[in-house]
């Protein structure tokens, strides 16, 4: 059974940091691009990074450049999102998705079709 789980949300205060975790079984997922996106009440579901498995390459939403930090980890076939310097307005369900890897970055989530159950952040101001 392919699964994604995703760990790690919780509440925490403007300018701190979080780092989500996103577990990757029932397959290999080397020609994969492993994705993170988020989705505030009311709003569609955003891209935030995408990583791809096989050389650790990093895309990035430009709202969150230079703050958050995708990164893999092979052994643990785990994916993290660290989070640093968060907003309020970063507060969202954080979701976990896998793209087969084509010729571009996906960074829609029409072209993920695994995803996680997601976890939810929450930054106070």
């Known amino acids: 059974q392919v699964q994604l789980v995703e760990s790690g949300g919780g509440l925490v205060q403007a300018g701190g940091s979080l780092r989500l975790s996103c577990a990757a079984s029932?397959?290999?997922?080397?020609?994969?691009?492993m994705g993170w996106f988020r989705q505030a009440p009311g709003k569609e579901r955003e891209f935030v990074a995408a990583?791809?498995?096989?050389?650790?390459?990093?895309y990035y939403a430009d709202s969150v450049k230079g703050r958050f930090t995708i990164s893999r980890d092979n052994a643990k076939n785990t994916v993290y999102l660290q989070m640093n310097s968060l907003k309020p307005e970063d507060t969202a369900v954080y979701y976990c998705?896998?793209?087969?890897?084509?010729?571009?970055?996906?960074?829609?989530?029409?072209?993920?079709?695994?995803w996680g159950q997601g976890t939810q952040v929450t930054v106070s101001s």
């Open positions: 990583i791809r498995w096989s050389v650790g390459s990093t």
């Open positions: 029932g397959r290999t997922f080397i020609s994969y691009a």
């Open positions: 998705a896998a793209a087969p890897w084509g010729s571009r970055w996906p960074n829609e989530p029409h072209e993920y079709n695994i």
